[in-house]
């Protein structure tokens, strides 16, 4: 719901649920002044990422959701002390933007039954609505192609 919100938000950018699947078309996209959110978790890896920071990276935003050292040492995961190691990765690919935003349970809804051409029901914090500022600022600043 959140990647849904952010892409209202600025205008309708389409969206990409799975960051190991991402191609050279998708960023074609980007070039063309058209934006593209990208959804991942942290343990998917920035690997793949990387392969597009060389031409695209002034272009990139990365926002983490929740992605504080606390916030996921709270989560009592398993795998909580590799996760932080892994967003230290995320904040050093270098990029545009790199904004973390913290996550409120009460934000967001449990309603599944919304479609991709209903409104998001996430409620945005102040953080959220910080973040959404910063992209449209950086996709003001970003090069566009005619």
């Known amino acids: ?37 990208v959804s991942a978790t942290i343990i998917d890896g920035f690997g793949r990422l990387r392969k597009y920071v060389k031409e695209y990276g002034k272009e990139i935003s990365i926002i983490l959701f929740g992605c504080d050292a606390k916030s996921i040492e709270a989560s009592l995961l398993p795998k909580s002390r590799q996760m932080i190691g892994m967003v230290k990765g995320w904040e ?11 996550m409120q349970p009460s934000l967001e809804t449990e309603d599944k039954s919304s479609t991709d051409e209903s409104p998001s029901p996430y409620q945005p914090g102040e953080e959220m609505k910080a973040a959404i500022v910063a992209l449209k600022k950086a996709s003001e600043a970003a090069p566009q192609v005619d």
């Open 1 to 37: 719901e959140v990647s849904k919100f952010v892409s209202q938000e600025l205008g309708g950018v389409r969206l990409h649920d799975d960051i190991n699947t991402l191609s050279d078309d998708d960023f074609l996209a980007v070039t063309a002044g058209r934006g593209l959110i």
């Open 92 to 102: 050093k690919t270098r990029v545009g933007l790199v904004k973390h935003v913290m």
